[in-house]
Structure formats: structure tokens, C-alpha cells
């Protein structure tokens, strides 16, 4: 993950790193190049500037200028700065509140909303609580038995859900059972679209009234950059989100999305999908995140 970006980076403070005290200039040539490979990473161009004017502004004081160590105090910097970007702390689950929890999966189709489900749902059981899977795509019969069949291979209940059935039915008998025998969290995996359209919003917001979730996730595709940036800005527009799961970040060299969607759009990355394995399911730390761009 981020090859590209944290190679780019480490050149850069590799040059700096031989040069004793920093010069004014010398930061500034620094922070070109650091502009240049978020840049290139793909990374969203307002959050690059953002993001370089607050290095520039501590890292021309004498914090670094001063220092006997000026590249490793700029690092320090840069690292604090990508920590800030990517949303200062961690952003858990909101598990509060009386049970049953219901949490909202949306997304457009591919994005990976069906196995987060599942793997959601695998993370919530290893921590000792009783998920419940609905599947709640009716457009693709398909999604609902790949749901069945997932919610088998992690040992947890699922809702069986009809492609006759609307979508806010489900979801309202749904929490019912779940009620009824005692289940602690209901994820509910949502219809996806190739592209955001207005039926598609329409039927989230009656989901939404119909369960009052706890949690509103995206789920987003690290792999298609600022377009995951763009659909996250459009669905917390019209329907409110509480939180980004990002998936396929594992093949995501550049890291456009994770870098900026915090910034862009407000809301937290609660999560991220590293693999197709039920268990490739990380809680998202940006602290964690920052060391793994600095490399
Ligand atoms: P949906 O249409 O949004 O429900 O997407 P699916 O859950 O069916 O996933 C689409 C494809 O992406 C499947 O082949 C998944 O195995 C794959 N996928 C989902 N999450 C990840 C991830 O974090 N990493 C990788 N490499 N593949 C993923």
C-alpha cells in the first residue's frame, strides 16, 4: 500500500537529511516535492494545499529551522499534519443506545457492500455480540444469497429476506425478529447502483426513517481514487453519513481516497477493507494510517 508515495516521500527527506541545518529554501524545495507526490498519489488538489500551507507554516519556524535535526523534525511535522488530515482519532462503531443496533451499508454496486457486511459482522461477533445480516437488495436476487451464504461462513444469523419483498419492509420486519430474539446489532446491506440516481437515494432515505440507524456507512472503493471521494461527498449531501468504509486499500498504491476523503467530505473513515477474506476488515486509525504513507 502507498509504494509509490512513501518511496517518493523518503527520497525527498533523504535529501534533506544530508543537509545539517535547513535553510528557508531548503524546506521550501522539500515541500515541492512532497506537494508533487500527493500529487501524483492522486490525492485531492484543495487538500494539498491545505495540507502543505500548515507544514510550511510550522516548518519554517524554529521548530525545524532551529533544530540539529531539521529533516527528522520535518518529518515529525508532516507525519502530525497527515494524522490531522486523515481525521486526528480514530472514529469507532456508535454501539450505544438500546438493541437492537441498526447499521446502514450503502454504496454503489462492486463497491464491496456485500462482503463488508459480512465482515462487519464477523468483527462484531469476535467482540461478543450477536449480529444480525439483512440483505435488503431486491434489484439483484443474487446479492441476497450471496449474503445467506456469507452470513453461514461466519457463523451469524441472516434475515431471509424475499426479492418480492420492498426493501423498507424488510427492514422493518427485520429489526422486528431481531428484536424478538435478541440480536444486538442488524447490518443492513443495501441496494447498489452503478451510478448514484434518485430512486436510489430516495429508497435509502425511507430506510433510513423506517430504522432510525445508529450508523450511516459508505462503503467505497479505495481503487477508483477521487471518485470514491466525489460519491462519498454526494451520498453525505443527500443522506447523511456517518462514517466511510474504504475497501481494496491493500491494492491501493497511490492512496488518493484514503488521504482525502476525511477532508473533502467531513466524515470519518471508520474502516478499511484489505483483502476478500472475511477477516480482511482493519478499525481505521489515522495515526496508523500517516506511518504506513511516511513508509
Ligand atoms: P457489492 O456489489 O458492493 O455488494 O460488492 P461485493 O461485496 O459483491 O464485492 C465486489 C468484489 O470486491 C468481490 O469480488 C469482493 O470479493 C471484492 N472485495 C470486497 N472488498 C474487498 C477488499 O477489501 N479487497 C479486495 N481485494 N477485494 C474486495
Known amino acids: 500500500m502507498f509504494e509509490n508515495l512513501s518511496d517518493r516521500l523518503e527520497s525527498t527527506f533523504k535529501k534533506l537529511r544530508g543537509r545539517g541545518k535547513l535553510t528557508p529554501s531548503d524546506v521550501e524545495k522539500g515541500l515541492r516535492e512532497v506537494r508533487l507526490a500527493l500529487l501524483e498519489a492522486d490525492v485531492n488538489f484543495r487538500v494539498v494545499k491545505d495540507f502543505i500551507n500548515r507544514v510550511k507554516e510550522r516548518a519554517l519556524g524554529a521548530e525545524v529551522l532551529e533544530s540539529l535535526t531539521p529533516a527528522q523534525q520535518l518529518i515529525k511535522i508532516v ?17 450505544s443506545g438500546p438493541k ?10 462492486g463497491s464491496g457492500k456485500t462482503t463488508t457486511a459480512a465482515k462487519l459482522a464477523k468483527f462484531l461477533k469476535k467482540k461478543n455480540l450477536k449480529p444480525f445480516l439483512v ?40 429489526m422486528a425478529e431481531a428484536k424478538a430474539k435478541g440480536y ?27 430504522v432510525e440507524p445508529r450508523d450511516v456507512l459508505l462503503v467505497a472503493d479505495a481503487m477508483t481514487g477521487q471518485d ?68
Open 79 to 95: 507525519h502530525e499534519e497527515l494524522v490531522h488530515t486523515l481525521g486526528d482519532s480514530a472514529v469507532p462503531l456508535n454501539l
Open 100 to 109: 437492537p443496533i441498526p447499521i446502514l451499508l450503502v454504496g454503489l454496486q
Open 135 to 174: 440483505p435488503a437488495d431486491v434489484y439483484r436476487p443474487a446479492a441476497i444469497d450471496q449474503l445467506k451464504t456469507l452470513a453461514k461462513q461466519v457463523g451469524v444469523a441472516c434475515f431471509d429476506s424475499q426479492p418480492d419483498q420492498k426493501p423498507v419492509d424488510i427492514v422493518k420486519q427485520a
Open 184 to 210: 444486538d446489532v442488524v447490518i443492513i446491506d443495501t441496494a447498489g447502483r452503478l451510478h448514484i440516481d434518485d430512486e436510489m437515494m430516495a429508497e435509502v432515505e425511507e430506510i433510513k426513517q423506517a
Open 228 to 295: 470514491a471521494v466525489n460519491i462519498a461527498k454526494n451520498f453525505h449531501e443527500k443522506v447523511g453519513l456517518t462514517g466511510v468504509v474504504l475497501t481494496k486499500v491493500e491494492g491501493d498504491a497511490r492512496g488518493g481516497a484514503a488521504l482525502s476523503i476525511r477532508a473533502v467530505t467531513g466524515c470519518p473513515i471508520k474502516f478499511l477493507g484489505v483483502g476478500e477474506k472475511l477477516d480482511a476488515l482493519e478499525v481505521f486509525h489515522p495515526d496508523r494510517m500517516a506511518s504506513r504513507i511516511l513508509g
